[in-house]
């Protein structure tokens, strides 16, 4: 019954190599959203998509690409993996913002190591 | 500078210490201020969150917000060992590029038995 899940939840991989982390939410919420937190916790905000659409887009190197199939699906894809995208992967998703602030609710994250 | 900053810690407080978290602001067009636990190896969830200026209280927490020095916090009593985390705070305008959550950096928390 996980509310947002992602897979991996661990991927060690080379640097210049492809690889993809998937996320899934059974909230039926309409927003998902990628961050990215480093080594010092930070969390930054990387896409979002509302619906299958994109909404958010960050400041973000273009070997990254998310993929919505649908709004239940959010895929992030990259490209020639480099040492500097070792990070902490967060899913989220959100509902319809009805005038309250749209409460995110976290996968479990998926732990990239790029060697 | 940024939007929201927050001093990472690390805070290190005895069971049963009132805990003081605190976040600055600098946008004006924020009205929802949020705060989020992150337990190691874990996802964010969020605690609690208020609407412009104010106090929310939720058991053994407390949210305020004064919008006039642009400051929020969050007042944790009688601390616990199991709310040993990392404390994000989290702000949010009302429309177009301010819909959209800015993060502090968080304060990570030990409270020690």
């Known amino acids: 019954d996980t509310a947002v899940s992602q897979t991996p939840k661990y991927l060690v991989t080379q640097m210049g190599n492809d690889k993809s982390i998937k996320c899934e939410q059974n909230?039926?919420?309409?927003?998902m959203y990628w961050y990215k937190q480093d080594s010092k916790k930070f969390l930054k905000i990387m896409f979002s998509y509302n619906n299958k659409e994109l909404i958010i887009n960050e400041t973000v190197p273009n070997r990254f690409s998310p993929k919505s199939p649908d709004k239940a699906h959010l895929n992030l894809h990259i490209n020639s993996l480099e040492l500097g995208d070792s990070a902490v992967y967060f899913c989220?998703?959100?509902?319809?913002?009805?005038?309250?602030?749209?409460?995110?609710?976290f996968g479990p994250g998926t732990r990239l190591t790029v060697l | 500078q940024k939007e929201v900053e927050q001093d990472p810690g690390p805070l290190s407080v005895p069971e049963g210490a009132i805990v003081s978290l605190n976040c600055t602001y600098s946008n004006s067009a924020f009205q929802y201020f949020m705060w989020y636990r992150q337990y190691s190896r874990k996802g964010p969830e969020l605690l609690m969150y208020?609407?412009s200026s104010g106090n929310k209280e939720d058991g053994r927490f407390t949210a305020q917000v004064d919008k006039s020095s642009k400051y929020i916090s969050l007042f944790i009593r009688d601390s616990q060992p199991s709310d040993s985390a990392t404390y994000l705070c989290?702000?949010?305008?009302?429309?177009?590029?301010?819909?959209?959550?800015?993060w502090g950096l968080g304060t990570s928390l030990a409270v020690n038995p």
């Open positions: 909230l039926g919420h309409d927003t």
């Open positions: 208020t609407y």
């Open positions: 989220a998703s959100s509902p319809p913002g009805q005038g309250n602030p749209d409460t995110q609710y």
């Open positions: 989290a702000a949010l305008g009302n429309a177009g590029n301010n819909r959209k959550l800015i």
